[in-house]
Protein backbone atom coordinates (compact mmCIF):
# COMPACT_ATOMS: atom_id res chain seq x y z
CA UNK A 1 0.00 0.00 0.00
CA UNK A 2 1.29 3.25 -1.02
CA UNK A 3 -0.81 5.60 0.48
CA UNK A 4 0.82 7.22 3.55
CA UNK A 5 -0.49 9.58 6.21
CA UNK A 6 1.11 11.00 8.96
CA UNK A 7 0.51 10.10 12.63
CA UNK A 8 -0.01 13.91 13.29
CA UNK A 9 -2.44 14.30 10.93
CA UNK A 10 -4.11 10.95 11.72
CA UNK A 11 -4.48 12.03 15.24
CA UNK A 12 -5.26 15.70 14.70
CA UNK A 13 -8.18 14.41 13.07
CA UNK A 14 -9.40 11.87 15.32
CA UNK A 15 -9.30 14.51 18.11
CA UNK A 16 -11.68 16.63 15.60
CA UNK A 17 -13.80 14.16 15.64
CA UNK A 18 -15.29 11.04 13.02
CA UNK A 19 -16.31 13.26 10.59
CA UNK A 20 -12.94 14.84 9.99
CA UNK A 21 -11.08 10.91 10.98
CA UNK A 22 -12.87 9.54 7.57
CA UNK A 23 -12.10 12.23 5.81
CA UNK A 24 -8.24 12.93 6.06
CA UNK A 25 -8.31 9.71 5.22
CA UNK A 26 -10.25 9.63 2.61
CA UNK A 27 -8.40 12.84 1.35
CA UNK A 28 -5.30 10.54 1.27
CA UNK A 29 -6.59 8.10 -0.94
CA UNK A 30 -8.00 11.23 -3.29
CA UNK A 31 -4.44 12.48 -3.27
CA UNK A 32 -3.14 9.37 -3.97
CA UNK A 33 -4.82 8.62 -7.07
CA UNK A 34 -4.91 12.07 -7.90
CA UNK A 35 -8.06 12.84 -8.52
CA UNK A 36 -11.42 14.19 -6.54
CA UNK A 37 -14.11 11.47 -8.38
CA UNK A 38 -14.26 7.85 -7.65
CA UNK A 39 -13.49 6.78 -11.39
CA UNK A 40 -12.89 3.56 -12.48
CA UNK A 41 -9.41 4.42 -12.86
CA UNK A 42 -9.43 5.85 -9.27
CA UNK A 43 -10.93 1.63 -8.33
CA UNK A 44 -8.62 -0.07 -10.11
CA UNK A 45 -5.40 1.00 -7.97
CA UNK A 46 -7.73 0.78 -4.42
CA UNK A 47 -8.55 -1.32 -2.58
CA UNK A 48 -12.04 -2.83 -1.68
CA UNK A 49 -11.84 -1.37 2.09
CA UNK A 50 -10.57 2.16 0.37
CA UNK A 51 -12.93 2.25 -2.21
CA UNK A 52 -15.87 1.60 0.64
CA UNK A 53 -14.84 4.06 2.38
CA UNK A 54 -14.67 6.72 -0.29
CA UNK A 55 -17.96 5.24 -1.44
CA UNK A 56 -20.23 6.10 1.64
CA UNK A 57 -18.98 9.36 2.27
CA UNK A 58 -19.85 9.88 -1.15
CA UNK A 59 -23.73 8.06 -0.85
CA UNK A 60 -23.29 10.39 2.72
CA UNK A 61 -23.03 13.19 1.42
CA UNK A 62 -25.27 12.61 -1.47
CA UNK A 63 -28.25 12.02 0.95
CA UNK A 64 -27.53 14.83 3.24
CA UNK A 65 -27.58 16.82 0.44
CA UNK A 66 -30.59 16.02 -2.11
CA UNK A 67 -31.23 12.45 -0.99
CA UNK A 68 -31.85 9.86 -2.73
CA UNK A 69 -32.83 11.15 -5.73
CA UNK A 70 -29.83 13.12 -6.23
CA UNK A 71 -27.74 10.41 -5.45
CA UNK A 72 -29.29 7.75 -8.34
CA UNK A 73 -29.46 10.91 -10.84
CA UNK A 74 -26.25 11.84 -10.26
CA UNK A 75 -25.20 8.44 -11.50
CA UNK A 76 -24.25 7.01 -8.18
CA UNK A 77 -27.27 4.67 -8.28
CA UNK A 78 -25.04 1.75 -10.25
CA UNK A 79 -22.24 1.84 -7.91
CA UNK A 80 -24.28 1.67 -4.54
CA UNK A 81 -27.13 -0.59 -5.53
CA UNK A 82 -25.34 -3.22 -8.65
CA UNK A 83 -21.95 -3.16 -6.70
CA UNK A 84 -21.93 -5.68 -3.29
CA UNK A 85 -21.66 -2.20 -1.89
CA UNK A 86 -24.31 -3.40 0.73
CA UNK A 87 -22.73 -6.37 1.01
CA UNK A 88 -19.54 -4.74 2.14
CA UNK A 89 -21.31 -2.65 4.86
CA UNK A 90 -22.38 -6.12 6.14
CA UNK A 91 -19.02 -7.35 6.45
CA UNK A 92 -18.05 -3.99 8.08
CA UNK A 93 -20.56 -4.75 10.62
CA UNK A 94 -22.78 -2.70 9.78
CA UNK A 95 -25.89 -4.96 9.58
CA UNK A 96 -28.59 -2.46 9.79
CA UNK A 97 -27.39 -0.19 7.42
CA UNK A 98 -27.29 -2.94 4.72
CA UNK A 99 -30.22 -4.21 5.52
CA UNK A 100 -31.44 -0.36 4.78
CA UNK A 101 -29.56 -0.36 1.34
CA UNK A 102 -31.25 -3.06 0.23
CA UNK A 103 -34.62 -1.99 0.87
CA UNK A 104 -33.03 1.29 -0.71
CA UNK A 105 -32.08 -1.37 -3.53
CA UNK A 106 -35.72 -2.66 -4.06
CA UNK A 107 -36.83 1.12 -4.64
CA UNK A 108 -34.31 2.05 -6.92
CA UNK A 109 -34.64 -0.91 -9.67
CA UNK A 110 -38.33 0.18 -9.80
CA UNK A 111 -37.60 3.50 -11.17
CA UNK A 112 -34.02 4.18 -11.73
CA UNK A 113 -34.51 4.21 -15.31
CA UNK A 114 -36.69 8.04 -15.11
CA UNK A 115 -34.43 9.59 -12.59
CA UNK A 116 -31.25 9.06 -14.79
CA UNK A 117 -32.40 10.60 -17.50
CA UNK A 118 -31.37 13.54 -18.71
CA UNK A 119 -33.47 16.34 -17.71
CA UNK A 120 -33.33 20.36 -16.73
CA UNK A 121 -33.53 21.70 -13.44
CA UNK A 122 -37.99 21.70 -13.26
CA UNK A 123 -38.23 18.32 -14.18
CA UNK A 124 -35.21 16.87 -11.85
CA UNK A 125 -37.37 19.00 -8.74
CA UNK A 126 -40.79 17.29 -10.11
CA UNK A 127 -38.86 13.90 -9.12
CA UNK A 128 -39.39 14.47 -5.63
CA UNK A 129 -42.83 14.65 -5.63
CA UNK A 130 -42.93 11.84 -8.36
CA UNK A 131 -41.04 9.38 -5.68
CA UNK A 132 -42.23 9.89 -2.27
CA UNK A 133 -40.63 6.35 -1.73
CA UNK A 134 -37.56 7.75 -1.40
CA UNK A 135 -38.33 10.77 1.17
CA UNK A 136 -38.99 8.12 3.24
CA UNK A 137 -35.59 6.56 2.55
CA UNK A 138 -33.96 9.80 2.40
CA UNK A 139 -35.60 10.45 6.29
CA UNK A 140 -34.68 7.06 7.97
CA UNK A 141 -31.40 7.69 6.77
CA UNK A 142 -31.08 11.29 8.33
CA UNK A 143 -31.88 9.86 11.72
CA UNK A 144 -28.91 6.96 11.23
CA UNK A 145 -26.46 8.95 9.78
CA UNK A 146 -24.11 9.76 12.94
CA UNK A 147 -24.92 6.17 14.26
CA UNK A 148 -23.78 5.09 10.50
CA UNK A 149 -21.08 7.06 10.59
CA UNK A 150 -19.39 6.49 13.85
CA UNK A 151 -19.76 2.43 13.29
CA UNK A 152 -17.63 3.91 9.40
CA UNK A 153 -15.26 5.22 11.62
CA UNK A 154 -14.84 2.95 14.32
CA UNK A 155 -14.21 0.08 11.71
CA UNK A 156 -11.57 2.50 9.98
CA UNK A 157 -10.08 2.90 13.62
CA UNK A 158 -9.70 -0.93 14.05
CA UNK A 159 -8.47 -1.43 10.45
CA UNK A 160 -6.51 1.52 9.72
CA UNK A 161 -3.60 -0.06 8.29
CA UNK A 162 -6.03 -2.02 5.56
CA UNK A 163 -6.42 1.65 4.30
CA UNK A 164 -3.23 3.76 4.67
CA UNK A 165 0.56 3.22 5.97
CA UNK A 166 1.14 5.50 8.79
CA UNK A 167 4.41 7.33 8.98
CA UNK A 168 6.17 9.73 11.96
CA UNK A 169 5.64 13.08 11.25
Known sequence: MKIKLKDSALAAAANEGMD??????VDGIKEYVGTDELTQEAMQVLSPDQITL???????????????????????????FLNPFAKAMRLWGLKDFSKFLYRAREVYEENHEDIERDMDYDAFMALYEQYPDWEDLDDEFICMEESVTGQVATYLDNHLLDFVDIVKG
Open 54 to 80: WGYVILRDELCDGGFIQLIHNGYGPFF
Open 20 to 25: AFIQVV
